[in-house]
C-alpha cells in the first residue's frame, strides 16, 4: 500500500442507500472507476457524496441486471465490466444534473425584469391593442398583419393580393390610420 500511499481511495459500501446488494464483481469494478467517476461527477454536479451515491445506485442497477439476465455459475453476460458501467454512470449523472435546479441570483432577475421584451402585462397589452385595431380591420387587412407577423416581406404579400410591394404596404398603413381614427388612439 506504499505505493498506493499518494492516492486517496475510498471504498464503496456493498449496498446502495435504497438497500440494494451489489455483486461483488460489480463492486470491484466501481471502485476501479470510482476516481474517474468522482472527476467527472464533481464537475458537473459538484457534491462527492451525490456522485458516490449515484455510483453505488448505478452499481446496485448493473448487479441486478447481471443476476436476472445471467444463470448462476456462467460468466458475466458483460464483455466489458468498467465500461458498461462508467457508461450507465454517465447515464445516471446527466439525469441528475437535467433534474437538478438552476439557481437565479435576484440581480439576474432584476436585469431581467427591465427588458422590454421581458414584461408579461405590457406583452399581454400590446396583444390586446392590436387584436382590437385589427377586429375593426377587413380580412385583407388582417391577412397582411398575419404575413407580416410571420416573417413575409412586403413583395410576397403584395404577390398574394397581385399588388406591389409599395402598394401592398401602403394599403395597410392606410387601415390602420383608419382603425386608429375610429379607436381615437
Given at each position: 500500500?506504499?505505493?498506493?500511499?499518494?492516492?486517496?481511495?475510498?471504498?464503496?459500501?456493498?449496498?446502495?442507500?435504497?438497500?440494494?446488494?451489489?455483486?461483488?464483481?460489480?463492486?470491484?469494478?466501481?471502485?476501479?472507476?470510482?476516481?474517474?467517476?468522482?472527476?467527472?461527477?464533481?464537475?458537473?454536479?459538484?457534491?462527492?457524496?451525490?456522485?458516490?451515491?449515484?455510483?453505488?445506485?448505478?452499481?446496485?442497477?448493473v448487479?441486478?441486471?447481471?443476476?436476472?439476465?445471467?444463470?448462476?455459475?456462467?460468466?458475466?453476460?458483460?464483455?466489458?465490466?468498467?465500461?458498461?458501467?462508467?457508461?450507465?454512470?454517465?447515464?445516471?449523472?446527466?439525469?441528475?444534473?437535467?433534474?437538478?435546479?438552476?439557481?437565479?441570483?435576484?440581480?439576474?432577475?432584476?436585469?431581467?425584469?427591465?427588458?422590454?421584451?421581458?414584461?408579461?402585462?405590457?406583452q399581454?397589452?400590446?396583444?390586446?391593442?392590436?387584436?382590437?385595431?385589427?377586429?375593426?380591420?377587413?380580412?385583407?387587412?388582417?391577412?397582411?398583419?398575419?404575413?407580416?407577423?410571420?416573417?413575409?416581406?412586403?413583395?410576397?404579400?403584395g404577390?398574394?393580393?397581385?399588388?406591389?410591394?409599395?402598394?401592398?404596404?401602403?394599403?395597410?398603413?392606410?387601415?390602420?390610420?383608419?382603425?386608429?381614427?375610429?379607436?381615437?388612439?
Amino acid at each position: 500500500m506504499a505505493a498506493e500511499g499518494s492516492r486517496n481511495f475510498f471504498r464503496l459500501n456493498a449496498v446502495d442507500r435504497r438497500g440494494r446488494k451489489i455483486d461483488p464483481a460489480v463492486l470491484e469494478a466501481a471502485e476501479a472507476i470510482y476516481s474517474r467517476a468522482l472527476d467527472h461527477g464533481v464537475r458537473l454536479l459538484g457534491d462527492p457524496a451525490v456522485v458516490t451515491t449515484a455510483l453505488e445506485e448505478v452499481a446496485a442497477t448493473v448487479s441486478m441486471v447481471i443476476k436476472t439476465k445471467d444463470p448462476p455459475g456462467d460468466p458475466l453476460p458483460i464483455r466489458d465490466l468498467r465500461h458498461y458501467l462508467f457508461r450507465a454512470f454517465l447515464r445516471q449523472i446527466d439525469h441528475l444534473k437535467r433534474k437538478e435546479l438552476a439557481a437565479v441570483g435576484l440581480t439576474e432577475v432584476a436585469k431581467l425584469a427591465n427588458q422590454p421584451w421581458a414584461n408579461p402585462f405590457e406583452q399581454f397589452e400590446h396583444k390586446l391593442l392590436l387584436d382590437e385595431c385589427l377586429a375593426i380591420c377587413d380580412s385583407v387587412t388582417q391577412d397582411m398583419a398575419s404575413r407580416r407577423m410571420h416573417g413575409f416581406t412586403w413583395e410576397e404579400i403584395g404577390r398574394a393580393y397581385d399588388l406591389s410591394a409599395h402598394a401592398a404596404e401602403s394599403r395597410f398603413s392606410h387601415a390602420l390610420r383608419q382603425a386608429r381614427k375610429r379607436l381615437k388612439i
